[in-house]
Each structure stands twice: as structure tokens, then as C-alpha cells.
């Protein structure tokens, strides 16, 4: 069983940055891709980023591509999310996500994570 405990969020103006982290549970963490979610009001969860077991290869959403970066230190157990230039259309619940896929290319659905945050909300104002 992974638990995560996913932090950073809260109100920012728009161009600001916000740092995500999420924290793991267990010993199995680099046994994982790790991923983040969004979900704003009314729409579906979607995806925005993911990161290979090693933290050798990332994926992203072409929304967030450039401005948004993935890292993880499977020493600290942690996934982060570093978001800079946020926009107002950012404004959502951030989940991070645990995946026993093959590879961190294949993650883009949220039906293919095993393992979720709690969530945390990020605000953009404009």
C-alpha cells in the first residue's frame, strides 16, 4: 500500500510560481512512475505531467509545457511539481499519483494510476 501526502498549494496572483510536493509513504517509492493531476470545477481530471522511476524522463501536458517542471528525489520519498507564469486557467485541485505502468510516457489517463493523493488547491488570480 503507497500512501501520498500531497502540499504546496494556495492563492497566488497570475504570473507567480507555486512548488507541489508530494510525499510517499513506504519503500517502494522508485518502484513507481509518479505523476500530477488537476481537476478544475465542472471538468474532468486531467493530466500534466509525469516522470520516469529514475527522474530521467518527463512528460507534459502541452498546456503547461515550459512552464511547468517534474522532479523527483527517490532519496526524500518526494515527487514535486514546479509551476511558474501561472495563469488564471491553472486555478485547480493538484493530485499527484502513483502508476505500476512500464514507462512514464504511457501515463496520461487518470485510470491508469494506482495510488492518489489527497489533493491540494492551487488559485490563480488574475
Known amino acids: 500500500q503507497v500512501q501520498l501526502a500531497d502540499t504546496g498549494g494556495g492563492l497566488v496572483q497570475a504570473g507567480g510560481s507555486l512548488r507541489l510536493s508530494c510525499e510517499s509513504s513506504?519503500?517502494?517509492?522508485?518502484?513507481?512512475?509518479m505523476g500530477w493531476f488537476r481537476q478544475a470545477p465542472g471538468k474532468e481530471r486531467e493530466f500534466v505531467a509525469a516522470i520516469s522511476r529514475s527522474g530521467g524522463s518527463m512528460y507534459y501536458a502541452d498546456s503547461v509545457k515550459g512552464r511547468f517542471t517534474i522532479s523527483r528525489d527517490n532519496a526524500k520519498n518526494t515527487v514535486y511539481l514546479q509551476m511558474n507564469s501561472l495563469a488564471p486557467e491553472d486555478t485547480a485541485v493538484y493530485y499527484c499519483a502513483a502508476s505500476g505502468l512500464s514507462a512514464a510516457a504511457y501515463l496520461r489517463e487518470p485510470s491508469e494510476c494506482d495510488y492518489w493523493g489527497q489533493g491540494t488547491q492551487v488559485t490563480v488570480s488574475s
Open positions: 513506504g519503500r517502494t517509492f522508485s518502484s513507481y512512475v
